[in-house]
């Protein structure tokens, strides 16, 4: 049977890639005993041995892709392991039909497949024997076996290909979507805000706020609370009570003077010539008006980033430094001697000279030098403070014993103020039990904290007089919105009366917008509402403080006519007929394992299972 030409390329290399990552370094594993396969299909086994390397390839590709080591029990408890297995079953029936059917391909195809793959290369990029023979010995494979493996895989692709390919796309289903992404609207977008009102709101009386309060207690009920108690040095704190060297802050900044002191620099593009000859030539044309500096890059096949020096000093560009340096204004000069030849040079801008004297830089050395100071105090003292409470100390105790600080805070969900600013005080605090010990734990500017979790209060209704500002802000806000959305239903009974929309104020009017655009300061659906409506219908727009009318005046049709729609047809055709092939795929393998007497064996694979953890 023929393969289905670039498909099956395509998933033959899909299977090698898999087949490959089978080989990251796991070499076979002893399971003791008779186990060797983990259940069979149709008198095929599945081996032990794939199930495992299967395992370890799907774990470290798991653990890559949420970017930290992944256990076997946290990747099993996600569905690693019946994934594995399903693929290997999967596998295992269409290898059962591959023999049914004497699909398999020949000894020179396995040749040319094997010689492709990159981990048998040398260093020239060719095959190699002697790599192919280690790698495999390596991994704990045979080559005999490795090859039987190969085969399986590649007459797999075959039958695969046979009958996922061959499926042709929808021309209309192609046209209807193209339709849908490609439609346009125009549309007109007028904005209602507290000014466009006929007359003021008034304000809320008490019997209104009060109301309004009883009526929403979710605005104002304080969400469930965890009242930490904590005991704290912090690096800010003891920054304060350093002593400040002099002599050091005159060290740290001549050690770090090429941040306080940067010389006069120039923006510069390098091109260089082989010779003199082609150098002054070039500069003769560019003097001359024949070329510009651009073509002249071009003309070498560069581009304007392959010639870019970026900004440089004098001492930078060695003896060219002077000629460009006395230059007053941009512009090209050269021929000039650089590393890699007679060179042009553009000037493209003075970057001036910067010096930030120590009196300047004083407030900010000291800053640094105290906290750094106070990190390392901090940290000389972190044994102590674990030695004590270990010993039974409190946090009470270290604010009373060992100088820290001790404070109560309520934590709740939104809470970023004072010590909950740090966000590693926040993660402890989250975590933290009323079962557990105080620990010490470094804080995110160097500093340490140890708390404790003394009780988690329930979410409750606040007191009125504790948010009686809240109350008035949100009721007055709820009236405004209110009164916009009455004076909202008004105006748009008149626009569709026949009334302008711009005698209500600044109309937008947006033209040829695509599905999925945006409007700034407006919902993020309201792109979304307009494609729902038909030509010239209005419809009002309410959400959070936004108020307003929408018209569609006028819909664009999608254009069939342009080479670049056809194509994008002919890919969306495309699209669909691979769909369909890998519909048709997954049925053709769920009913032949409908069809297979697959067993699997739960011993064997808790075997495996326990060399995985």
Request: no cysteine; hydrophobic share 45%; charged share 25%.
């Amino acid at each position: 049977m023929a393969a289905g030409g670039k498909t099956g390329q395509v998933l033959v290399w899909i299977l090698m890639a898999m087949l490959i990552l089978g080989l990251g370094g796991f070499g076979i594993t002893n399971f003791g005993g008779s186990v060797r396969s983990i259940g069979s299909v149709d008198g095929q086994d599945i081996s032990t041995d794939e199930y495992f390397r299967a395992l370890r390839s799907d774990l470290n590709a798991l653990s890559a892709q949420v970017n930290r080591p992944l256990g076997f029990t946290e990747a099993s408890a996600l569905g690693l392991d019946a994934s594995v297995r399903q693929r290997l079953v999967t596998s295992a029936v269409l290898d059962a039909e591959t023999d049914r059917l004497n699909i398999s391909v020949g000894d020179a195809r396995l040749a040319e497949e094997i010689r492709g793959i990159p981990a048998f290369h040398n260093m020239s990029g060719a095959f190699d024997r002697t790599a192919y023979t280690a790698t495999l010995q390596d991994n704990g494979w045979k080559e005999a076996q490795f090859e039987a493996q190969m085969r399986r895989d590649l007459s797999r692709g075959l039958l695969q290909t046979a009958v996922a390919t061959g499926f042709a796309g929808s021309d209309a289903a192609a046209a209807a979507f193209y339709d849908y992404v490609e439609e346009r609207r125009s549309f007109s977008l007028l904005r209602l805000t507290e000014a466009d009102l006929e007359s003021p709101v008034a304000e809320p009386d008490a019997a209104a706020l009060r109301a309004y309060y009883d009526a929403n207690p979710d605005q104002f009920t304080r969400p469930e609370t965890r009242r930490i108690t904590y005991a704290a040095l912090l690096a800010d704190d003891i920054a304060k009570t350093i002593q400040i060297d002099e002599a050091e802050l005159r060290k740290l900044y001549d050690q770090r003077i090429t941040e306080f002191v940067q010389p006069e620099r120039r923006l510069v593009e390098r091109l260089v010539f082989n010779d003199e000859a082609a150098a002054t030539a070039a500069r003769n044309r560019v003097d001359a008006g024949q070329v510009t500096f651009e073509a002249l890059v071009q003309e070498r096949g560069l581009a304007l980033t392959d010639v870019d020096m970026g900004d440089v000093s004098k001492a930078d560009l060695g003896e060219a430094g002077e000629p460009i340096f006395a230059m007053a204004e941009p512009g090209v000069v050269g021929p000039l001697p650089s590393p890699l030849g007679p060179s042009l040079f553009r000037m493209n801008g003075i970057i001036a000279a910067d010096e930030v004297s120590f009196d300047e830089a004083r407030e900010a050395l000291t800053s640094e030098f105290a906290l750094d100071a106070a990190r390392r105090q901090i940290r000389t003292r972190v044994t102590e403070i674990e030695d004590l409470l270990a010993g039974g100390a409190t946090l009470e105790d270290l604010a009373k014993d060992a100088g820290l600080t001790l404070a109560t805070i309520d934590m709740g969900p939104d809470m970023a103020e004072g010590i909950a600013a740090y966000p590693r005080f926040r993660e402890q605090a989250d975590k933290v039990t009323q079962a557990d010990f105080p620990e010490v734990f470094e804080m995110d500017d160097g500093g340490i904290a140890a708390l404790r979790l003394d009780e988690i209060l329930p979410p409750a209704l606040r007191p009125y007089d504790e948010v009686a500002d809240q109350v008035a802000t949100a009721a007055r806000a709820d009236a405004v919105k209110q009164a916009l959305a009455a004076r909202l239903e008004d105006v748009q009974v008149q626009v569709e009366a026949g009334t302008a929309m711009g005698a209500f104020g600044i109309v937008e009017v947006a033209q040829d917008m695509p599905r999925g655009g945006r409007v700034d300061a407006a919902p993020a659906d309201l792109l979304e509402r307009v494609f729902q409506l038909a030509e010239g219908a209005a419809a009002p727009v309410v959400e959070g403080d936004f108020v307003g009318l929408i018209r569609l005046d006028r819909i664009l049709p999608a254009d069939h006519s342009t080479p670049e729609a056809e194509q994008l047809k002919q890919m969306l055709r495309a699209r669909q007929g691979q769909e369909m092939g890998q519909d048709a795929f997954a049925l053709f393998s769920s009913a032949l394992e409908q069809r297979s007497r697959i067993t699997l064996d739960e011993g064997a694979i808790a075997a495996v299972h326990s060399q995985m953890r």
